[in-house]
């Protein structure tokens, strides 16, 4: 399959200055796409090596630093489209290889852009994957709306992981997120069910040992729960519900379990958590980058809004947004908390 084409995002973050970034990775992969200007101020550059499982259980700041939403990119940082008229997107995974993977929902498959520029498929059929995540192996684990958690082998096999709970089918995993101890845990709304009827009869947050294959229920309080993330320390699980429209923040304690729930901001679908805490929420007007204190530091504006995000590139520090069309980057001087996870 060739590269499809690409047109330029008609918004832009409004912020105070102007100036161009140069296109970085974009150029490498052959294309021309029209950048939209991102009016940031400049930072020192932020280098961030790979974590290990210790590192990302290390504390960090309760507050994110830098206060302000222009510091997270460099001088003038470019909201670029990268790919359009692909059809709904979801799920962006940077690869070591250099290859970006993301959902199709619109045709049941992960598709991936090459180093060059060239979009294949990844997967095909995908099982409905929505959510990607490594593991601690390097491993690809894929929340499905088929009604299953998989992990994706490193000889090409498919290994389902979890497709019960309590005897019943599960209704459509949407989002996953692994842990450093290898414990994976993943959101089951039921918009993906496809006709299907629930055999659970409400949708979950789970804690999945890979190991045992034991599924464990978190939380069922969320009416549509959808994206998911650990804060750096490990200490508290972020979740979006679609319904809502709201990241939630949730407290695990000493014994595994879920406290209080305590609403952050605007999130309906995936999100990530950089270095310091900060949580980069997607949302119906685009992407909001919110504080574990609950303050909304800014948005870049999609105008048909964004479906979830992913760092990679070279550097790490290239942001990836999907949306109900394609994918958008821009690059920014934070770096995911736990690459991938």
Same mark, same amino acid.
């Given at each position: 399959m060739t590269q499809r084409s690409k047109r330029p995002m008609q918004r832009r973050l409004a912020l105070s200055s102007c100036v161009l970034l140069s296109a970085g990775w974009l150029a490498a992969c052959g294309t021309n796409p029209t950048p939209t200007p991102v009016? =940031?101020?400049?930072?020192? /550059?932020?280098?961030?090596?790979?974590? /290990?499982?210790?590192?990302?259980?290390?504390? /960090?700041?309760?507050?994110?630093?830098?206060?302000?939403?222009?510091?997270?990119?460099?001088?003038?940082?470019?909201?670029?489209?990268?790919?359009d008229d692909v059809g709904f997107t979801e799920g962006a995974l940077w690869l070591p290889d250099g290859r970006l993977i993301f959902s199709r929902m619109s045709d049941n498959s992960v598709a991936v852009i090459g180093p060059d520029g060239a979009l294949s498929d990844y997967l095909r059929p995908s099982g409905g994957a929505n959510g990607h995540a490594f593991d601690w192996q390097g491993r690809i684990i894929q929340a499905e709306h088929s009604g299953r958690v998989t992990r994706l082998e490193t000889d090409g096999s498919v290994t389902v992981l979890a497709e019960t709970y309590d005897g019943k089918r599960?209704?459509?995993?949407?989002?996953?997120? =692994?842990?450093?101890?290898?414990?994976?845990?993943? +959101?089951?709304?039921?918009?993906?069910?496809?006709?299907?009827?629930?055999?659970?009869?409400?949708?979950?947050?789970?804690?999945?040992?890979?190991? +045992?294959?034991?599924?464990?229920?978190? /939380?069922?309080?969320?009416?549509?729960?959808?994206?998911?993330?650990?804060?750096?320390?490990?200490?508290?699980?972020?979740?979006?519900?679609?319904?809502?429209?709201? =990241?939630?923040?949730?407290?695990?304690?000493?014994?595994? +379990?879920?406290?209080?729930?305590r609403a952050l901001g605007p999130g309906i679908d995936g999100l990530l958590i950089d270095t310091d805490g900060r949580i980069w929420s997607s949302s119906t007007d685009g992407v909001h980058v919110l504080t574990p204190d609950g303050r909304d530091l800014g948005t870049i504006a999609l105008e048909q809004g964004a479906t979830n995000v992913a760092l990679g590139g070279p550097d790490g520090h290239r942001l990836f947004i999907t949306t109900s069309t394609g994918v958008y980057t821009i690059e920014t001087l934070v770096a995911e908390a736990a690459p991938g996870h």
């Open positions: 009016q =940031v101020r400049a930072t020192a /550059t932020v280098s961030t090596p790979q974590p /290990t499982p210790a590192q990302a259980a290390t504390a /960090t700041a309760a507050v994110a630093q830098p206060a302000s939403f222009a510091d997270l990119f460099p001088a003038g940082a470019e909201l670029t489209l990268l790919i599960l209704n459509s995993p949407n989002d996953v997120v =692994v842990r450093s101890d290898g414990a994976i845990f993943f +959101t089951d709304p039921t918009f993906g069910l496809n006709g299907r009827q629930s055999e659970l009869g409400f949708q979950g947050v789970y804690r999945l040992d890979p190991a +045992t294959g034991t599924v464990q229920l978190m /939380t069922q309080e969320l009416p549509m729960p959808n994206g998911i993330g650990l804060s750096p320390a490990e200490d508290t699980l972020y979740v979006s519900d679609t319904t809502l429209g709201q =990241v939630f923040a949730f407290p695990i304690a000493a014994d595994g +379990t879920l406290g209080a729930r």
